[in-house]
């Protein structure tokens, strides 16, 4: 790709910068009130959200390369905010039974159910946020994301 002078750029690249802008713009806004909320009322972070709502998900647990992976951070990022959660009692790290080396961290009882709670506030929340839209606008936008995830190869659909 070229650069482009000042002056070069089509009206369609326009467009689509100014869409990129506007996506990014709603992303952050919406970030910014999750944030809010998981701060607000259950006392903790998006990061840590992430990591237990990643746990949730895979009841036998996940190692920390799986779980830095699926969040895509590093297992360096990761591993603060686990270390965290294991003084918080939320969860806890088992060893590998064939791995010495490996071990898998899981949601305790206790994080099961402050983690439903909070993803039941989440889920609110973000339905409040998007109340506007309507089926229409979901499909629409589903299949806009989905060629969006396959200019880049990612064919996983973990909506």
């Given amino acids: 790709m070229k650069p482009l002078a000042k002056n070069d750029s089509s ?23 999750l944030r809010e909320f998981l701060r607000e009322q259950y006392d903790t972070t998006l990061p840590r959200f992430d990591v237990m709502a990643a746990l949730y998900r ?20 990761v591993t603060g905010i686990v270390d965290r959660l294991v003084i918080d009692g939320l969860i806890e790290r088992r ?6 080396r490996a071990v898998v961290v899981c949601l305790t009882p206790a994080g099961r159910t402050l983690f439903a709670r909070m ?13 506007h839209m309507v089926d229409t606008d979901l ?6 994301f989905s060629r969006l995830k396959q ?9």
């Fill in 139 to 144: 499909d629409l936008l589903a299949g806009i």
């Fill in 95 to 100: 060893p590998v039974e064939n791995d010495r």
């Fill in 151 to 159: 200019m880049d190869g990612d064919d996983d659909h973990d909506d």
């Fill in 119 to 131: 993803a039941d506030g989440h889920e609110e929340l973000v339905n409040d946020l998007f109340s």
């Fill in 58 to 77: 895979a009841e036998g647990g996940l190692k920390m390369s799986a779980l830095s992976k699926h969040l895509l951070v590093s297992n360096g990022n």
């Fill in 11 to 33: 009206a369609i690249e326009k467009r689509r910068l100014r869409m990129w802008i506007r996506m990014l713009r709603t992303t952050r806004s919406v970030e910014v009130r």
